[in-house]
């Protein structure tokens, strides 16, 4: 089947936004490549003076300066993608410095970083800048010196038009290899900086205690609130249309003797308030675990969601196979939140609703056109969201710059 122009149009800006991240990615990582450069030559030229006796009074100088181009690369990486835990402090005597594991790690990845994310930092500068100068090569090429090079690579000269052609070719080719190889270059030159300079996995279990503890807490939050949402709902909606049947069956009791027309509409009063109390009762118990998730599976009740939405809503959702009921029911109600918060805030003409499953993940990315502008701490339900991924260790991303559009990016895992 074919795929839809809407759907390659998004799959080209999804690639073309990639590349062009992971072009900045490797600009940004050459200035940190560079230093490092200069300091291998550093630490070559101390540890020769070394020898003499003269660089044990620079090799400190040295050592802080590797330390501090660590961190500096830290915060950058921390920049782009998770987060670059650093370790404790390494020690401040020459000796122990050298025998930290730290101070080793960080060693080595100013080697590699040094070299070979020096070269990837230079073709991220220089391979955007081949594929403009020869994809507008027939723009310009009668305009320059006519034994001017054809390509940016040196080869060739161009005498015709057929010869401009094909340095436009070699230009696309360029764009191309942008495209597929781009971000693959950023997460190599990245790779070194992730591996070597992060925390000890000793580090890392500490604060995995430390975020699985907050988590619970979350978790406990989130039902505490939970359990608040359905008293409040039982207490100010059915309990009140249950004694208000009590109390109109009871004067209709008293006035079927004496009054049987009067009685009659105490009943029907009485009857009406019934069916008002059983259907705030079925909302409690699907705002509990919505029946139709059961029904017709996650994708069945988003595309309910959407149909019932103010705002014109398109849903896609691929998910192999289903979630843990707990999971689906959380995907539900930040969609059905975050539906209402654009119905309701966002000034929005078109929203769109995504869902990806896989690799033991769920991926659920809402969208919409409107104003931006939206706060956790504005009271949008947006907190509530957060407490309800995060009780089953998942993530909430939200860009929402004023002006808009708002894009809210829920990663939970599927469960079993």
């Not at 006796?53 to 400190?60: K, R, S, V, Y």
């Not at 090429?141 to 690579?153: E, H, I």
């Not at 907190?383 to 995060?390: Q, S």
């Amino acid at each position: 089947m074919a795929v839809p122009s809407v759907g390659r149009r998004e799959t080209v800006l999804r690639a073309v936004s990639a590349a062009l991240a992971a072009m900045r990615q490797l600009t940004g990582g050459l200035g940190t490549a560079l230093l490092a450069f200069f300091l291998l030559g550093a630490i070559a030229l101390n540890a020769v003076a070394c020898l003499v006796g003269a660089g044990l009074l620079t090799a400190p100088v040295v050592l802080r300066a590797l330390h501090a181009l660590a961190g500096r690369e830290r915060e950058r990486l921390g920049r782009w993608g998770g987060e670059v835990v650093a370790p404790d402090p390494p020690p401040t005597g020459l000796r122990p410095a050298l025998a930290d594991p730290v101070t080793r790690r960080e060693l080595r990845w100013l080697a590699r970083h040094g070299t070979l994310g020096l070269l990837l930092g230079l073709l991220g500068v220089l391979l955007p800048l081949c594929a403009v100068r020869d994809t507008t090569f027939p723009l310009w090429w009668r305009l320059g010196p006519g034994d001017a090079t054809t390509t940016s690579v040196g080869i060739g000269t161009a005498h015709s038009w057929p010869d401009a052609l094909a340095a436009a070719l070699l230009g696309v080719g360029w764009v191309a290899i942008l495209l597929g190889l781009g971000p693959g270059l950023a997460r190599t030159q990245a790779g070194p900086g992730r591996r070597l300079l992060a925390a000890g996995p000793d580090v890392d279990l500490s604060l995995r205690v430390a975020e699985l503890t907050a988590t619970r807490a979350a978790a406990l939050d989130a039902h505490a609130t939970e359990l608040r949402r359905i008293e409040r709902s039982l207490h100010d909606g059915a309990q009140n249309r249950l004694v208000s049947v009590t109390v109109l069956l009871g004067a209709a009791r008293r006035m079927a003797g004496r009054d049987p027309a009067g009685a009659d509409e105490l009943l029907e009063r009485a009857q009406s308030a019934a069916e008002q109390a059983l259907a705030e009762l079925r909302g409690v118990a699907r705002g509990i675990l919505p029946p139709v998730l059961a029904d017709r599976g996650l994708a069945g009740a988003l595309s309910g969601l959407a149909a019932d939405c103010a705002v014109p809503c398109r849903v896609e959702a691929e998910v192999p196979g289903r979630c843990a009921a707990s999971v689906e029911a959380t995907a539900y109600f930040v969609v059905a939140e975050a539906l209402t918060n654009i119905a309701k805030h966002s000034g929005a003409r078109r929203a769109s609703v995504t869902v990806r499953g896989g690799g033991g993940r769920l991926r659920v990315l809402v969208e919409d056109d409107g104003r931006g502008g939206a706060d956790e701490g504005g009271g949008s339900g947006l907190t509530g969201i957060r407490r309800r991924v995060a009780a089953h260790d998942g993530s909430l991303r939200l860009a929402s710059p004023p002006g808009g559009p708002t894009t809210l990016e829920v990663d939970l895992p599927c469960g079993t």
